[in-house]
């Protein structure tokens, strides 16, 4: 069967795009540069809501170890509502281990990450290996996957402030950039457009938790420290409408991102 034209373009399923194209049609297309950070402790939870704000995001990002109600058929549901409102499926799952470690927490356990993560948060602390060694394990997959390097952190006194760690980051990104499709980062680390950076650390009316986290606003993240997407939890899981306080940072992000565009 012949994929259907649109716009001239071949519109191809969702699920053989290439992870980076998906970026940037999702923006275009939805008008959105907004990931929402889902950090409840119930699936199914975050199936209503994905499917409320589904179209005002280009990503959900989740913990996978904090929900007391996983199962592989409601992850395969999520996947699905992911695939209908076309937005990417995050599980920041931070891998830190060794090689052969991390291909297991990967790949097993009650889990089975790589089974349904579109991408995963990897840290680069025990060396390049690691990224190699997640690389290879979803060589079988015959979906689109990738993954998003820990340059920077958020939180007070990350010890990733630190030059040389944030250069081997670099490295390790452009080195694997088939799989490694940019960063989670507090500022802009290259000027190559292809590598994503992604911005946590988000709040209008907050700067910062009791507990080390320090925001800035969407603003201050795309236009100071050159954020392409905001990754945004408490400010809108906490607010008492998700729904409308999910517009208002699609729009807030959207509307900075297209003013520096047209600069
Ligand atoms: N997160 C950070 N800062 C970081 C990294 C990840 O906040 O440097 I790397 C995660 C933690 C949490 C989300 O899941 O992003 C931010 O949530 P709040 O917007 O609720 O603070």
């Known amino acids: 069967e012949l994929p259907a034209l649109k716009n001239g373009i071949i519109e191809m399923k969702s699920s053989s795009i290439p992870i980076r194209q998906r970026f940037q049609t999702i923006r275009e297309e939805k008008k959105t540069n907004l990931c929402l950070c889902a950090d409840l402790t119930s699936l199914d939870e975050i199936i209503e809501l994905s499917k409320q704000v589904g179209p005002n995001i280009c ?60 991408l995963v948060t990897v840290h680069v602390l025990p060396g390049e290996g690691i990224v190699q060694a997640l690389e290879q394990s979803v060589q079988s997959i015959d979906e689109p996957r990738g993954c998003l390097l820990i340059a920077q952190m958020s939180s007070k006194g990350a010890l990733t402030n630190n030059e040389d760690y944030v250069k081997g980051v670099i490295k390790c990104t452009e080195k694997y950039s088939d799989y490694v499709i940019g960063f989670i980062s507090q500022s802009r680390l290259t000027t190559d457009n292809k590598f994503i950076h992604c911005t946590p650390g988000i709040h209008l009316n907050n700067t910062g938790d009791q507990l080390g986290q ?40 959207y509307n900075v991102y297209e003013q520096l565009r047209n600069i």
């Open 59 to 118: 990503m959900l990002k989740i913990h996978c170890d904090i929900l007391n109600d996983f199962s592989m058929e409601k992850i395969q549901q999520l996947k699905n509502i992911s695939r209908t409102f076309n937005f990417l499926l995050l599980e920041d799952r931070k891998f830190a281990d060794i090689g052969n470690t991390v291909q297991l927490q990967y790949t097993k356990g009650l889990f089975q990450i790589a089974t349904w993560a579109d």
């Open 214 to 253: 320090q925001y800035v606003t969407p603003r201050q993240a795309i236009d100071g420290r050159g954020a392409d997407i905001l990754i945004v939890g408490r400010a809108i899981t906490d607010s008492i409408n998700r729904i409308k306080t999910c517009e208002e940072y699609q729009q807030e992000g």
